[in-house]
């Protein structure tokens, strides 16, 4: 049965005659990778673009449609060296890219009005004392009214409509006070133009929007980064499924495409990508990523099968069901959504420090204007110091004070191998004081390896490695892993759930199970010495060889669980595998409190219980059962191979072998938070000091622009030291 | 004084030509790729052609 892959999915028909494809490209990290692609496929005939997208690492092509089969790219593509696959932006990207570019645009038509309007302004500042006449000052805020106003109705719109509705919604935000003060201190500006007084606003509150516009930019850029590397992994895991288009036909086709009622085939060592029952064959199923359980479980026909499992042994037929028809699915998806919506929302520090602070900067207005009545000042002069007061304490630097360290953290946590998930996970995680570790898969590595190496001959572990390369089973694929053997073997047999034969150099060659090979000896005394492991046999001729295969713990666990610890974090492991692997586990990372065998229900509870004695909690974990606990924690972090349920719930992904990230991601937080705390006292600090001088009469547009200006530049430098965050954490 | 009555339309309509031009960068895709592009300036722009 030859296989054909189908990327009619994801091709776009551009009209005019001409195909769009859009790939996300594994390894582009140069120029020069950049120039190798877009030259090695232009040089197709018929394509009429190839553009490489460095920041987002993906690849546009243009072709003269039905001229080329789309993946005769993919092929060209890995020919040059780089594993490409097509890709579909999710509609979460799509928004942000779009709110991206709304607020680019608002930024660079307030940047315009602002650098325009100030051009005026400087004028009239410096005119005051020398010989502007009255006439020339009007007419001079009259232009900057003909700037400031069409560009603030235009870039004030992001703030505005945000305000508008907190305030439908009964609460107040960071934008009613800035949206407040802009709206007054423009109308006064006008009011004062007309009446010829000496002093308009319209410099000030354009530059208030545009400062703050830098700020929501970096914010959302920030979001629309994470969620292009987060579409990317989604495209890299290449979910695509076998599916019969016939009796007899089979063709490879993403997972989008494939609808409940198609019969998909799943091969010995391919992971499931969809959920469904078997309707012929008989194999196991390795469902760690499912339950946490590391035993296989045996499959034939009836047997519900769920995406993300691993099929071991035999082929098997299966028939997709509708999403949520397992139990356990079901099960999951039930106890997810209970604990999504028992999720107190956490209220970001941002809107905290609104919440204190619109209250406290009106009042001060309201009074200021009372007080200079009651002290005798005309109503119209009172109103005028009361509207410079809100313009001075506008909380510019307060919109930027957040928004930076986020943006500088995001891509020091990138840099260790970090994503972020959702905007408020650094505020959140670096107040964890607990860290919950599930095993399969989180504090192990996600797939097996050969453990005894060391007892091999390395001609002997070598050619067992190319022998193994001619089986899709996971264990064999562990044994071509550990021996880095390349090209396979020639005339190889595969004996279906023994293993494979073959013949080199007249000696025959077997690895499969002990039985296969007539090692059950040394295979049973592997086996009793650790309850995990499982065994491959190998044999040459009458040479006997036991390779010894187990989840090994990532490379770096104990260290990364020794350096929570000593930062004062407490550790637990919450298993649903057997209790002797997780006792094992435990006492190799040197974790005190752990529970094996647990159920999804069992895991949010013991969560919830740590929670009611006033544990902050983070869990971390992979499996489709951890999802619930993932959603319930405070905050949580996901490996980069976990379920798409658990990476949906997680606050943050991290990728590579390591676990180190998950101590990163608490450190960098932590800093971060720190900073965010500083740049809110410093920008509250600035007002303190320039509130007195608005109060007592003396805010000319001048010192207003100076306050203003300043504050926020002393934030943006401060959040740059988020850049140098302690280098000890590697 | 009477310099203002082309100097100031002047210096608005220079604002605006900037403006314009920075819209139309925006909206021809110029900040897709930040990284991207600056590499591109510095790359020998040499005709694609087949390799050997």
């Known amino acids: 049965m030859a296989v054909t892959r189908d990327f009619s999915h994801y091709v776009k028909d551009l009209g005019s005659g001409l195909a769009h494809l859009d790939l996300a490209v594994e390894g582009v990290s140069c120029a020069g990778c950049m120039m190798k692609i877009e030259r090695g496929l232009s040089a197709i005939p018929n394509v009429t673009l190839a553009r490489v997208n460095l920041t987002d690492r993906r690849l546009a092509v243009e072709w003269k449609k039905g001229t080329i089969d789309p993946a005769q790219f993919v092929d060209r593509l890995a020919a040059l060296g780089y594993k490409a696959y097509p890709f579909e932006p999710i509609r979460a990207e799509v928004v942000e890219v779009e709110q991206s570019r709304f607020l680019l645009r608002c930024l660079g038509v307030a940047a315009f009005a602002t650098m325009n309007v100030m051009m005026l302004s400087v004028p009239v500042w410096s005119g005051n004392v020398t010989d502007m006449i009255p006439e020339q000052r009007d007419f001079f805020h009259w232009l900057s009214a003909l700037i400031a106003l069409p560009a603030a109705a235009y ?166 069901g509708a999403a949520a028809e397992g139990t356990l699915l079901a099960e999951i998806s039930r106890l997810l959504e209970n604990a999504l919506q028992a999720r107190s929302r956490y209220v970001q520090l941002a809107d905290r420090a609104s919440r204190l602070y619109a209250p406290v900067v009106h009042a001060t207005a309201l009074l200021t204007m009372l007080g200079w009545v009651a002290l005798g000042a005309n109503w119209h002069d009172a109103i005028v110091i009361a509207i410079a007061v809100l313009i001075i304490t506008c909380p510019c630097a307060l919109g930027l004070a957040i ?4 943006t ?41 390896d050969v453990v005894n190496t060391a007892a091999i001959p390395a001609d002997v572990l070598q050619l067992a490695g190319r022998l193994a390369l001619a089986s899709h089973h996971p264990v064999a694929a562990a044994v071509a892993r550990a021996s880095k053997a390349m090209s396979p073997l020639e005339g190889i047999v595969e004996e279906p759930g023994q293993g494979v034969r073959g013949l080199v150099d007249g000696v025959e060659l077997r690895l499969g199970r002990p039985s296969f090979c007539n090692a059950d000896r040394m295979a049973n005394e592997i086996l009793s010495t650790d309850p995990e492991i499982s065994v491959v046999a190998f044999s040459r001729g009458p040479e006997r060889y036991v390779f010894a295969v187990r989840q090994q713990l990532r490379p770096d666990a104990a260290a990364t669980i020794r350096g929570l610890i000593e930062r004062g974090i407490m550790v637990e492991i919450l298993s649903g595998d057997r209790e002797l692997a997780v006792r094992h586990a435990a006492t190799a990372l040197g974790v005190v409190g752990w529970r094996a065998g647990l159920a999804p229900a069992d895991k949010i509870s013991h969560i919830e219980d740590l929670k009611r004695r006033g544990r902050t909690v983070m869990m971390v974990g992979d499996g489709l059962n951890d999802a619930p606990a993932l959603a319930a924690a405070s905050a949580s972090m996901s490996p980069v191979s976990a379920t798409h349920l658990s990476q949906a719930a997680a606050d943050m992904i991290f990728l590579g072998r390591d676990l180190a990230p998950v101590l990163s991601a608490i450190v960098f937080s932590r ?6 705390r500083e740049n809110l006292a410093l920008a509250i600090g600035y007002n303190v000091l320039a509130v007195p001088i608005a109060i007592a009469g003396y805010a000319t547009p001048l010192v207003a622009a100076a306050a203003m200006s300043g504050s926020s530049i002393l934030v943006m430098l401060n959040s740059l030291r988020a850049r140098r965050v302690a280098p000890e954490v590697t | 004084m009477e310099v203002l009555a082309y100097l100031v339309p002047l210096a608005l309509a220079l604002g605006i030509i900037g403006l314009l031009g920075f819209l139309w960068s925006l909206r021809s895709g110029q900040y897709d790729d930040l990284d991207g592009a600056g590499w591109r300036a510095i790359a020998d722009d040499d005709p694609p052609s087949p390799p050997a």
């Open chain 1, 155 to 320: 870039a004030g719109q992001p703030f505005f409509r945000s305000a508008f509705g907190a305030l439908r919604a009964r609460s107040v935000n960071m934008d009613v006070p800035i949206s407040i003060g802009v709206v007054l201190a423009l109308g006064m500006s006008i009011v004062e133009t007309i009446h010829h007084a000496e002093h308009a606003y319209f410099d000030a509150a354009i530059m208030l929007l545009t400062f703050l516009l830098v700020g929501r930019y970096l914010d959302q850029n920030m979001r629309r980064r994470t969620r292009a590397v987060a579409g990317n992994l989604a495209a890299l895991k290449a979910e695509t499924a076998t599916k019969f288009i016939s009796s007899t036909e089979i063709s490879e086709v993403p997972v989008a495409a494939i609808v409940p009622g198609d019969i998909v085939l799943l091969r010995p060592g391919e992971r499931c990508a969809i959920d469904g029952k078997v309707i012929d064959g008989r194999s196991e199923i390795d469902q760690s990523l499912i339950t946490g359980e590391t035993r296989h479980v045996a499959a034939e026909a009836g047997t519900a099968v769920y995406a993300g499992t691993m099929n071991i042994s035999g082929t098997l037929r299966v028939r997709v």
């Open chain 1, 403 to 406: 928004p930076t360290v986020q």
């Open chain 1, 408 to 448: 500088i953290v995001a891509g020091t946590l990138f840099r260790a191998g970090v994503l972020l998930n959702s905007g408020d996970a650094v505020e959140r995680v670096a107040d964890v004081d607990t860290v919950v570790f599930d095993k399969t898969g989180t504090l192990t590595l996600p797939e097996l």
């Open chain 1, 671 to 676: 800093k971060a938070l720190q900073l965010m």
